[in-house]
């Protein structure tokens, strides 16, 4: 019988499929291709499951090839990582611009995740009911400066806006599942709640003292959204690990860098110093915003620590 993975509590699956709701676990060794894994099933995976023991509990037989998946570094384990989530239509970054502030870099770092899957992706800008100070409302700016003319939706919203949700969200997530990503403390637990009332996410007061969410979400969760779509809420994200990127492909993650690719001198060029080099250009030309630029250096010159 075919399931999706809703939840997953260490060995334990909840598994979605036509005999409703079923707690399954995984039976044998998967096979894991190129990644070291810390959870062999993660939320969002189709399964082939099946009962054991007389009907009384379920397994997991098969995992089914994933579409796509976001992944994070193993904060316990060195070299492993960990899939926050699979099978996704779309993302949502959950950002805030204060109480805590979401760097352009992590903006980046996690557009260059979806890129690699050429995944539609979001920008919420939430909590834009606390924002009035001039140096706040700059920031917003800037984030609309950067990335609207890369094609990506900046939304601002408020979690505590009926209106909001209503009106910019909902209509978004009609037969599609949707990742709810971003650093705790952003609002994603209140926002999944105020969508699907009876979802009860844990949501926590970002603390006072230092600025930094409270650890609340420990596990991803899948709900269904309506009659048709998903809303998957994650765990909050310090970092995305970005893995399994040669240097120059990661150009190829950055949408704005597309055009030029293939048109530089050299063509192993990574667009650092290299002599006719055309993202350098246009760069010069002012076609590229220093700030995506300079994260791209970021990404590239940190990836090659961590091999
Ligand atoms: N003022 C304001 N507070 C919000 C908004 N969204 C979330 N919060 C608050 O931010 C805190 C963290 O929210 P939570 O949903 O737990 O964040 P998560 O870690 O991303 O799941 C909670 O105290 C929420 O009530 C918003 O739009 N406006
Ligand atoms: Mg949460
Ligand atoms: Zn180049």
């Known amino acids: 019988m075919r399931g999706r993975v809703m939840k997953s509590t260490g060995s334990w699956y909840i598994l979605q499929s036509?005999?409703?709701?079923?707690?399954?676990?995984?039976?044998?060794?998967?096979?894991?291709?190129?990644?070291?894994?810390?959870?062999p099933v993660s939320v969002g995976d189709w399964?082939?499951?099946d009962f054991e023991d007389q009907q009384e509990t379920a397994v997991i037989t098969e995992i089914q090839p994933r579409e796509n998946y976001i992944i994070r570094k193993s904060t316990r384990k060195q070299q492993f990582s960990h899939i926050l989530a699979s099978n996704i239509d779309q993302a949502f970054l959950v950002i805030t611009i204060k109480d805590p502030r979401t760097s352009l870099g992590f903006i980046d770092r996690f557009l260059v995740s979806t890129e690699s899957f050429r995944t539609p992706a979001f920008l919420l800008v939430n909590k834009i009911d606390t924002l009035g100070k001039p140096k706040d409302l700059e920031y917003l700016g800037l984030i609309r400066e950067i990335y609207e003319p890369l094609g990506y939706p900046v939304l601002e919203i408020s979690a505590l806006s009926q209106e909001h949700?209503?009106?910019?969200?909902?209509?978004?997530?009609?037969?599609?599942?949707?990742?709810?990503?971003?650093?705790s403390g952003v609002g994603k637990s209140t926002l999944l709640n105020r969508l699907i009332p009876d979802?009860?996410?844990?949501?926590?007061?970002?603390?006072?003292?230092?600025?930094?969410?409270?650890?609340?979400?420990?596990?991803?969760?899948?709900?269904p959204f309506e009659k048709s779509g998903?809303?998957?809420?994650?765990?909050?994200?310090?970092?995305?690990?970005?893995?399994?990127?040669?240097?120059?492909?990661?150009?190829?993650?950055?949408?704005?860098?597309?055009?030029?690719?293939?048109?530089?001198?050299?063509?192993?060029?990574?667009?650092?110093?290299?002599?006719?080099?055309?993202?350098?250009?246009?760069?010069?030309?002012?076609?590229?915003?220093?700030?995506?630029?300079?994260?791209?250096?970021?990404?590239?010159?940190?990836?090659?620590?961590?091999?």
């Not at 036509?18 to 995984?26: E, H, P, S, T």
């Open 18 to 39: 036509d005999q409703g709701i079923v707690n399954a676990r995984l039976r044998g060794k998967f096979k894991q291709e190129d990644l070291k894994l810390t959870n």
């Open 47 to 49: 399964v082939e499951w």
């Open 165 to 183: 949700l209503a009106n910019e969200l909902s209509p978004l997530l009609s037969g599609k599942t949707t990742l709810l990503a971003g650093h």
């Open 199 to 223: 979802a009860n996410q844990a949501t926590r007061s970002v603390s006072k003292f230092t600025s930094k969410g409270v650890h609340t979400t420990t596990f991803a969760e899948m709900f």
């Open 230 to 307: 998903y809303l998957i809420d994650t765990p909050g994200i310090k970092e995305f690990g970005i893995l399994d990127i040669e240097d120059q492909e990661l150009s190829h993650y950055y949408v704005e860098l597309r055009k030029y690719l293939g048109r530089c001198k050299y063509h192993n060029c990574k667009h650092v110093n290299e002599p006719g080099c055309e993202v350098l250009q246009a760069l010069d030309r002012g076609e590229i915003h220093p700030y995506r630029y300079e994260n791209y250096l970021n990404i590239l010159f940190e990836e090659d620590t961590h091999r």
